[in-house]
């Protein structure tokens, strides 16, 4: 009796509050949307968004609000960062169709192959700002070509009637800043990220300083350097004097005669707060964060190099966090569990790192630490990475892979990647087993890229042990 009455107290004192007042405020950096604005503004968007699904009264959603706040503006124009009300009733129907059973609920969703259609996951990481950040970061797709010397030329023989810009960069890693610069200037300016030890290209185009910014209009050879700060706010700026960047999501339809008013109005000024956000003009929340953005990436940057050679920066970008005293692979020492776990007609993505019979040479060590770093971070950020293993050569089928692919000697390590459902591998071909190197290789996997062969029927196993087998959105 007591309970169904304090029950019936709660709910009126809910329904009183249907409209309960929104954890964000007008000025919060946190774009705060409703159902109708979802597809448009976070569906259809070339961007990468975070969303929380919350209501008001609830302590956890209390407790983020202000490290949701800092990640909001510390991914101003690299990620949106938004907010559901579910407490208020226009949202409800659209937070029980997103499968919203607790407060808060964090999505990651971002475009897919298919427009319209994002990929949508749950964020499952710390409730942190610098966690979130990281793992929305991550998320961003990348179509910045990363070339080397011999490689320059080719590149800019390609598609010679679409300006180019290319930034040079100490790094090997393309900052999600990059990342986001090349979305918004997709079809407009194809962007490069050049290092600074590809020393031909260095010379070229006489750069001195790292990071530097080069436009090169499309039939110009004179390339056009950029003096000012390296902020996502000034590079956007710089390379609109080609033409302005891609909308990152469409118009709001003109006057829907369905919508309220209402809807229509938080609909119009959602929308214009994040056009003006990702653009970067003249917002000043947005310019400070993407500056405080990138300040990471140029402290990084400006570090003296104190080690002897460029190739080893003093700070190794996935080894930010803690270095795991020996970091391990799982091995696949028998011929049947590397078939059951990686090689049948059901498995998909796994990476292999299979040994030569020295396993102490360095570069198996190298390759086996790199490895285990990167999946060490990515579970640490909680982001969806296929699994890794080490073969040791003493697996008879070790040397049959090396044979089979003509990966090359025995005595060496090599890095592939399998998936037996879609019969295919794709091999590592850096010389360096060093983590920045290899972490590329494995985001370009994630990333669909990289070069696809054949994987022959004869390496797949039937596959008879049972796996989970994600019909779709697999990497
Ligand atoms: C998204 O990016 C494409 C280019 O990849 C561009 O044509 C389009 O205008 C952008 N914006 C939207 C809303 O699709």
Not at 36 to 61: L, Q
Not at 155 to 171: H, V
């Amino acid at each position: 009796m007591v309970r169904s009455t304090t029950l019936v107290a709660a709910a009126a004192a809910l329904a009183l509050n249907a409209h309960a007042e929104s954890l964000y405020s007008k000025k919060s950096a946190v774009l705060q949307i409703t159902g109708a604005d979802y597809d448009r503004v976070i569906a259809k968007s070339n961007y990468t968004s975070i969303v929380e699904f919350y209501a008001p009264w609830c302590g956890h959603c209390k407790n983020l609000q202000p490290q949701y706040e800092k990640a909001a503006k510390s991914l101003a124009g690299i990620a949106k960062v938004a907010a559901v009300n579910c407490d208020d009733e226009i949202n409800k129907p659209f937070c029980g169709k997103m499968g919203v059973q607790g407060f808060p609920t964090l999505k990651i969703v971002r475009p897919s192959k298919k427009p319209g259609k994002p990929t949508v996951e749950d964020y499952q990481g710390q409730r942190q700002a610098k966690a979130i950040v990281d793992t929305v970061k991550d998320k961003i797709p990348n179509i910045v070509k990363r070339i080397t010397d011999p490689k320059l030329d080719e590149w800019l023989e390609e598609n010679k009637d679409t300006a180019k810009a290319i930034l040079f960069s100490d790094k090997g890693l393309v900052s999600a800043t990059l990342r986001t610069l090349a979305i918004d200037f997709a079809g407009i300016v194809n962007i490069a990220q050049i290092r600074k030890s590809e020393a031909a290209a260095v010379e070229k185009y006489g750069i001195t300083k790292f990071p530097s910014l080069i436009l090169i209009p499309a039939g110009s050879a004179d390339p056009i350097k950029h003096e000012g700060e390296v902020s996502k706010d000034a590079m956007v700026q710089f390379l609109s004097q080609i033409a302005p960047p891609n909308p990152d999501c469409p118009e709001p339809k003109a006057k829907k005669p369905k919508a309220k008013k209402d809807d229509a109005k938080k609909e119009s000024k959602s929308s214009s707060k994040f056009s003006k956000a990702s653009a970067a003009h003249k917002s000043a929340d947005a310019s400070s964060a993407a500056t405080s953005a990138m300040h990471e990436t140029l402290e990084e940057a400006s570090k003296p190099t104190e080690s002897p050679t460029p190739e080893t920066p003093a700070v190794e970008p996935i080894l930010e966090d803690e270095v795991p005293a020996k970091p391990t692979l799982r091995s696949l020492a028998e011929s049947a569990d590397l078939q059951a776990s990686c090689l049948n007609k059901k498995s998909t993505t796994c990476i292999l790192a299979i040994l030569p019979k020295d396993e102490t040479s360095e570069a198996a060590a190298n390759a086996v630490a790199s490895l285990a770093s990167i999946h060490k971070k990515h579970d640490a950020l909680k982001t969806k990475l296929f699994p890794f293993f080490s073969v040791p050569a003493s697996n008879p089928l070790a040397a049959t892979i090396v044979s089979e692919l003509s990966l090359g000697s025995a005595e060496q390590v090599h890095l592939i990647a399998v998936h037996g459902k879609r019969a295919w591998y794709k091999k590592y071909s850096g010389e360096a087993f060093d983590a920045t190197s290899v972490e590329q290789w494995v985001d370009a996997i994630r990333m669909g890229e990289g070069e696809k062969k054949k994987l022959p029927e004869s390496l797949l196993g039937g596959g008879e042990k049972k796996q989970e087998t994600p019909e779709h959105g697999e990497l």
